[in-house]
Each structure stands twice: as C-alpha cells, then as structure tokens.
C-alpha cells in the first residue's frame, strides 16, 4: 500500500500526508504500472499486514495533485475484515481500559471441586415509572449437592430483554471458575441452549457477528477457550420443584432491588472490535442498528419541514403513527401497485403538495392571477383546507358535505373495530366522540390535520389508555387510507374536472404552462409561504436521544420519539485493540 503520514499525533487525528520516500520505500513496487496508474501522486510504497492498518477510505478516491492530504476513516466492510483477522488469534489482546475490570472479576474464582452451576435470568419490561430491568444469578454446587458459593447481580441496561439476563448469567458463572474446570450448566431457557449449539460449540462464524448478543457469545467463547473449560448445558423445568433452579431464581428475581451499574466493561473485554454510540456498546447487527439510525435522522428531517412546524408544536401529532401509516403505502414498496395516482395523491395531501389554486398562484403568478379565488364558489382563496369546506354544490359534488360523511365514516369505523376487540362501557363511546378530531361541523384544525394524514397525539394518547400503540396503528393506518380513498374519488378528482375546465376558460393551456413569464405577465406581488418553525428551540441531533434510549430501555427506536432532549456528543465511534 501507499505510504501516508498523520499530520498530527492526535488519537482522533485522521489526517494524512503522502510520504516523500523513507526507509519502508520498496522501489520495485513503486514502478508497478497498476501502482502508477492508480496512486500517481505517492512517491512510497511499502509492505503491510492487515492487523497494522489503522486507517483506510471508505470510498475509492484518486489525489490527482501531489502531496495533498487527505481524511481517511474506517469502512464497515475493512471493520469486518480485521474483526475476521483477529477472531483468527488464539488469544487476542485486551484493551487497557479493561484490564482492571478483568482482575476485580477475577477475585472470585472457584475451586476444581465445583461440578454444576444453576444459571437464571429476570427481566422487568420499562414501564411509565420505571426502566426496563435485568439481573442475573449463578448457584455453584460440587459433587454431591453441597452449595458453594452463589452471585447475584443487576446488570446494566443494555438492549435489555430476558435471553440477554439468561445468557449474562451464563457468562458470570463461567467467568468464576478455574481453569482446566469440568462443569454441567442447568438453565431452564431453550433458547439459550439452542444458540450455544449454534455459537459456541460450532466453529465461529462471521454470521455471529450478525446476531444480538454476540458481544456476550463472543466472551463465552474465549473464556471456555483460554481457561480450557469442558462445559455441558443441562435444560431443568422453568418452574418445577428443582430446588436449586428456584433458588438461583429467587437470586436473580431479588437483585433488582440492587443497585444497578451503569456498565460492566468486562463483558466486552475480549471484543477485539467495538463500535459504540454514545458510548453505549452496539451488540445488535450493526447493518440494522445503521439502518435505525438513518431512518431516525430522516424522521426527524420530515418532522422538521416548515409545512408541518409551522403548523404547530411536534407534541401535537402523533409521529410514530404517522411513521407507521407511511410505511404501509405500497408506493413506497413496489412499483407495481395499481393506484400509483391515489398514492402520489395521499403523499402530496399529507405534505400540502396538492396543486391548489392558492399553491398554483405562488408556483407561476403569472398565470394565475394572485387575486383570484375558488373557481367553484369564488368566496374565498382555494388552499388545501378550502377543499373540503367550500360550499359549492351541483348534483354529483357537494365537498362540504362529502368531507362531513366521510369523517363520520370514519369515525364509526374506527369505533366499530376497537369496540370488537374488548368490551368498553359508554364512557368511551362518549369520550371518544367528543375528541376534537371528530369535530367536522367547523370544522377544527386537528379534523383537517387528520384528513391530511397527521394523527394527532390526544387521538392515540386517548385510545393509548385502553390499547396498546401497535394495535391502535394497525387498525388506524387502513381506516384511514380508506378515508382518503373516498376524498380522492368523491372530491378532487371531480373538483380537478371543474379546475381544469376553468382554466381553458380563463386562456390557462398546457403549452402556457411550460413557458415562462412573459413581459406583460401579472407582477409577482405574492410572497413564499413563510412557515415560523415551532422547532427553533428544538435541538436536531434528538436523533441520538431516540437511539440510546431504544438501546438503554429496549424496543425500536421509533417507540423512543422525544424532541426535547437536547445532547451534545459525538454519537458514532469504532474502536480497535
């Protein structure tokens, strides 16, 4: 490879300058015509093996000017390569941050005479008054019954769920024993027992690095194999009349009223690659874990268009259901959908894309003169909400009254379905109607944001009260698409008729559309919409905050949505030893 120098000693540093020549310089590789033509700034070039490489491009690039520097930073693909070089060592080095986690676990080792250990794991889900919880606990027994020595521990809250107390309990255990230990471990999980035939018996895998968890299979697997430990997994009863398994239960159910660590380093010790974000430990497949991230910073932009703040605070809307209802559009899935027309429609509905006489005047006042107002009814300015409240009427369109139908449609349907799932008294039937969305009569501005496709937050936070999220977003999501269908039909495609036979009246062809202004066009009195964003005070990086609290209290991050917190970290780094 080409030689490059760091521009500076920094740890961070990533900076670097092509080297002029030095002792590493071999010649002969130099005057390689592969070499020349793809390096034709570098004057050094050397021999290196992969584990010594700290740095490399995470895209093909050419310096076309010598001696200029570059940045390099490490791809995922050369993280997974050198993670493979050192999965290849027999024993790989640990960090210096966590030799002294390492000798403080060490002080309880137990003797050869230790033949079974009892492994059980708790877990506690988050609730509105508490965090999510898990602890872990381990019995050692010798060979006739005797108790040893027992632990019990509540571990840090890292993508918290009960196979992961299961598996840590495991791995505590088996990190208190002697070398050269023969040991039977009970557990009452299967599951546990299915993946340690699939992680740690067989040879090791790269698949691993794909699974939840593998931070911890990864630890099991050079424990077993520097301490040289022969172990067996037992599966016991989950609540049978195993003394000692109710025992290690007992443990582990009673330490969560201890005292909660906010790490434990030694769980990563032997991880010769460890990607955090904000400084919490990544151990899910980092391909999904990326995918979250962009598709939180890409939810966070569309909350943050000046259509939707200018509307009013994020807190309003409900953007989890909005998310949920958007990834249902089989537009956005495949091309083969049949209604490309009401698919294209629903999403310029919901983002006030709709080309509206108010939003055609602001496009080209040229041709659309900024005085004029509803074609249909001509008593107010066309703009998306005018739609459905202007009070123009002929025998096939009455907008007004269509809209009012449509929503108590919808309305009664969504009634009808919850109401299917669980017997509720009157009081919901009322409370339900009385919601402010259902007020179609005005109608209200959280009715129109529901027909633009923006659920809104007292709707689901009420429904929340007797439903979970998800049931409510899956019974929602096609009500309202139905909904929308029935405005398509019922009122823009007939209004588009009407639209389009004003414009030939008015001299307003397809041809006058393509061209541009002309001299004696109308002068452009209208302004840009101006959108004052409610999200001012709100800091852009709430992307991270999502994220580390999907990873600290578990679930996806989309369940996390909070615009407030504010944080100041750099959320992304890889480290290597």
């Not at 310096?63 to 791809?75: E, G, N, Q």
Request: glycine share 2%; net charge neutral; proline share 6%.
């Amino acid at each position: 490879m080409s030689h490059w120098l760091p521009v500076s000693t920094l740890a961070d540093e990533r900076s670097y300058d092509p080297c002029p020549g030095c002792a590493l310089n071999i010649p002969a590789l130099s005057m390689k015509s592969a070499i020349r033509q793809r390096c034709n700034s570098e004057k050094c070039f050397f021999n290196v093996t992969l584990s010594d490489t700290v740095g490399y491009p995470t895209r093909n690039a050419k310096v076309f000017a010598a001696y200029l520097p570059i940045t390099l930073s490490t791809s995922w693909s050369y993280a997974t390569s050198l993670a493979l070089v050192h999965f290849s060592n027999a024993s790989p080095a640990l960090s210096p941050l966590f030799k002294d986690s390492i000798d403080r676990i060490e002080d309880t080792i137990l003797p050869l005479s230790v033949q079974s250990l009892y492994t059980d794991g708790s877990f506690h889900h988050a609730n509105d008054s508490s965090p999510s919880s898990m602890t872990s606990a381990w019995i050692a027994l010798d060979d006739v019954g005797l108790v040893l020595e027992s632990s019990s521990m509540h571990l840090p809250s890292y993508f918290p769920s009960a196979l992961r107390s299961e598996i840590s309990a495991v791995l505590l255990g088996l990190n208190a024993l002697s070398r050269n230990s023969s040991i039977s471990v009970h557990t009452d999980c299967s599951q546990l027992i299915s993946l340690w035939t699939r992680f740690v018996d067989a040879p090791f895998s790269p698949r691993l690095l794909r699974k939840p968890n593998h931070l911890l299979w990864l630890f099991i697997r050079q424990l077993i194999m520097d301490r040289n430990l022969n172990v067996e997994l037992i599966k016991v009863p989950a609540h049978g009349d195993d003394i000692y398994n109710i025992q290690a239960d007992s443990l582990a159910k009673d330490a969560h009223s201890s005292l909660q660590p906010t790490t434990l380093l030694s769980t990563f010790c032997y991880a010769p690659c460890l990607l955090t974000f904000n400084s919490l430990p990544i151990d899910v497949n980092i391909r999904h874990f990326l995918r979250s991230i962009a598709d939180a910073r890409a939810l966070l932009s569309f909350c943050s268009l000046a259509r939707f703040t200018a509307l009013g605070s994020p807190s309003l809307f409900d953007w989890a259901g909005i998310y949920f209802c958007l990834s249902q559009i089989k537009g956005f899935v495949s091309h083969r959908n049949g209604r490309p027309e009401f698919w294209i429609f629903r999403i310029k509905l919901l983002l006030d894309m709709l080309p509206t006489l108010t939003t055609l005047q602001q496009r080209k006042p040229y041709l659309y003169s900024p005085d004029w107002l509803c074609p249909q009814c001509n008593s107010a300015p066309e703009d998306l909400n005018h739609l459905w409240t202007c009070p123009y009427i002929l025998p096939d369109l009455n907008p007004c009254l269509t809209h009012r139908s449509e929503v108590i449609k919808f309305r009664d349907s969504c009634l009808s379905s919850f109401l299917s799932l669980k017997s509720l008294d009157n009081s919901f039937h009322t409370a339900f109607f009385a919601l402010d969305c259902w007020n179609y009569e005005a109608p209200s501005s959280s009715c129109l944001w529901l027909t633009r496709g923006l659920l809104p937050a007292h709707l689901t936070a009420f429904l929340n009260q007797y439903f979970p999220l998800s049931v409510i977003y899956k019974i929602i999501s096609p009500l309202l698409n139905d909904f929308q269908v029935e405005l398509y039909g019922e009122i823009w495609l007939y209004r588009n008729v009407l639209f389009h036979a004003w414009e030939e009246s008015q001299g307003i062809s397809a041809a006058s559309k393509l061209r541009g202004p002309s001299t004696n066009s109308f002068p452009n009195t209208t302004s840009p919409q101006q959108h004052n964003s409610s999200l001012a005070s709100v800091s852009q990086d709430s992307w991270i905050s999502w994220i580390s609290s999907s990873i600290i209290r578990g679930g996806s991050w989309i369940s996390h949505l909070d615009f407030l917190r504010r944080l100041t970290v750099q959320p992304l780094r890889i480290s290597f030893w």
